[in-house]
């Protein structure tokens, strides 16, 4: 079962910018698809973007979409997310997860086998 490490959270005010990353051990690629997923409190974990490992591309909840963007670095087994126009309702706990196939409903949690610790994502001013 893969390991995920999830780093370069932090606090940023509206329209900053971030760049999680989310390492992992072995070869990325035997997961087929990736995920990040973020929990805000009081909220459920939710989907933000899918990323199918093999090539392919991302997928993207409507409240992301044009303003995350996820990338692949096969070589150093780790996968990005780039936050661009942050705001305050993006706080959350962001979690990287990775599936052994591709989910029919990626932005599920149940489909995940691994998942990494988490790193906190606050907007504020």
């Known amino acids: 079962q893969v390991q995920l490490v999830e780093s370069g959270g932090g606090s940023v005010q509206p329209g900053g910018s971030l760049k999680l990353s989310c390492a992992a051990s072995?070869?990325?690629?035997?997961?087929?698809?990736m995920a990040w997923f973020r929990q805000a409190p009081g909220k459920e974990r939710e989907g933000v973007v899918g990323?199918?490992?093999?090539?392919?591309?991302?997928l993207y909840a409507d409240s992301v979409k044009g303003r995350f963007t996820a990338s692949l670095d096969a070589a150093k087994n780790t996968l990005y997310l780039q936050m661009n126009n942050l705001q305050p309702e993006d706080t959350a706990m962001y979690y990287c997860?990775?599936?052994?196939?591709?989910?029919?409903?990626?932005?599920?949690?149940?489909?995940?086998?691994?998942w990494g610790q988490g790193t906190q994502v606050t907007v504020s001013s």
């Open positions: 997860a990775a599936a052994p196939r591709v989910p029919y409903r990626w932005r599920q949690s149940t489909d995940y086998r691994s």
């Open positions: 072995g070869n990325i690629r035997d997961s087929a698809f």
């Open positions: 990323f199918y490992t093999g090539g392919g591309g991302g």
